[in-house]
């Protein structure tokens, strides 16, 4: 039978900083811009997004049903693990914080796609690519869950 896909998007709200402690605070600016901790002028602070979340999920589609996934199934599991960094410091969450991960739309895309990975994955269907917007017109993309260098670096 042909494979298909299907995508589902949902919203969350967070707060992050970006930063590397080791460089000087002037360095840290010109690099992070807008998302550095460190505000030119201005008290040191986190900011917040509207991140936008986009997850496909390929298969076979079921003879009985006609789904690959059923779209309340696939939307249960993308709030499980957007929930714990929706309404938060995603720094201060321990995969980022433990690890001293930035928490740059690239580091939290890889992460949110292993966790989906690991609850919808199935010899049906499998996640097969995740987008986090972090503004209207910025996104990054993930896919490959855990085959890349990065997973070994970055637990």
Same mark, same amino acid.
């Given at each position: 039978m042909a494979e298909a896909m299907v995508t589902k998007i949902i919203t969350f709200d967070a707060s992050h900083s970006l930063c590397v402690p080791e460089w000087s605070r002037e360095k840290n600016i010109e690099t992070f811009h807008k998302c550095c901790f460190y505000k030119e002028g201005e008290v040191d602070q986190n900011h917040g997004h509207t991140y936008k979340l986009e997850v &496909?999920?390929?298969?076979n589609v079921d003879y009985d049903t006609g789904y690959v996934i059923d779209f309340k199934i696939l939307k249960?599991?993308?709030? %499980?693990?957007?929930?714990?960094?929706?309404?938060? *410091?995603?720094?201060?969450?321990?995969?980022?914080?433990?690890?001293?991960?930035?928490? &740059? %739309?690239?580091?939290?895309?890889? *992460? $949110?796609?292993?966790? $989906? %990975?690991a609850l919808i994955n199935t010899p049906q269907y499998r996640v097969h690519q995740l987008r986090l917007w972090e503004t209207p017109d910025s996104f %990054?993309? *993930?896919?490959?869950?855990?085959?890349?260098e990065w997973d070994d670096i970055h637990p």
């Open positions: &496909t999920v390929a298969g249960k599991h993308m709030v %499980a693990v957007t929930d714990e960094l929706d309404h938060h *410091y995603i720094n201060e969450h321990p995969h980022f914080k433990d690890n001293k991960i930035n928490p &740059t %739309a690239e580091n939290i895309v890889q *992460y $949110l796609g292993n966790k $989906l %990975a %990054a993309t *993930y896919h490959g869950f855990g085959t890349h």
